[in-house]
């Protein structure tokens, strides 16, 4: 099982990529985050996550529809510092987002029909709140479907999450909570 993200795939033009996290990166169960020892500077982007529930390799945005039937959410956590020392040293990132238990998956997910063209994401992070309105959402997971599969073959199981950029700073204390229209999806503590 692995989780392809297409980073800044929600409306942020200029900046979209993919990336991938291995299945230890699972946060599951609305368990709490712990801080890693390793970073202080702990960011987080929320978004959309679909389980994929058949084999795709090079599939067209077109033919996604039939990859997918569950939606649910996702939070990504990035060690920002972590980031900058690797752009300065100019290595990969991965040791920034690939650590174990940095990307939360809800463990309620919504019947992919159920779900609008136009889907209202709101995230509560400690005190501040982020909303955004998403339209044309299926075409948004058909496209993050499309990107991923022509990077890795994706199988049962796997993820794709098409997320806001990791831009909310997280401390220790603080609380996450993701809805999706009015479904709450993930509700976890930071520690």
Not at 6 to 19: I, M, P, Q, S
Not at 28 to 52: H, K, Q, T
Not at 68 to 92: C, E, L, S, T, W
Not at 105 to 131: D, F, K, N, Y
């Amino acid at each position: 099982m692995k989780i392809i993200c297409a980073e800044n795939g929600l409306g942020v033009a200029g900046g979209e990529y993919l990336t991938m996290r291995p299945d230890s990166a699972v946060l599951r169960e609305n368990d709490d985050f712990y801080m890693p020892a390793f970073s202080g500077d702990v960011v987080c982007g929320c978004g959309v996550l679909v389980r994929i529930n058949r084999l795709a390799k090079c599939l067209a945005a077109k033919y996604a529809a039939r990859c997918y039937n569950a939606v649910g959410a996702g939070v990504a956590f990035v060690a920002r510092d972590i980031v900058r020392q690797a752009v300065a040293a100019g290595r990969p990132c991965d040791e920034a987002y690939c650590f174990d238990r940095s990307f939360a998956v809800s463990p309620v997910w919504v019947e992919a029909e159920a779900i609008g063209e136009t889907v209202s994401l709101h995230a509560t992070i400690g005190e501040r709140q982020i909303s955004a309105e998403i339209a044309d959402l299926r075409h948004l997971i058909d496209e993050g479907i499309s990107r991923a599969s022509h990077l890795a073959t994706l199988k049962t199981g796997d993820m794709v999450f098409v997320g806001l950029p990791a831009s909310n700073e997280v401390r220790a204390g603080d609380g996450i909570e993701v809805r999706l229209n009015d479904c709450q999806l993930l509700c976890f503590g930071i520690k």
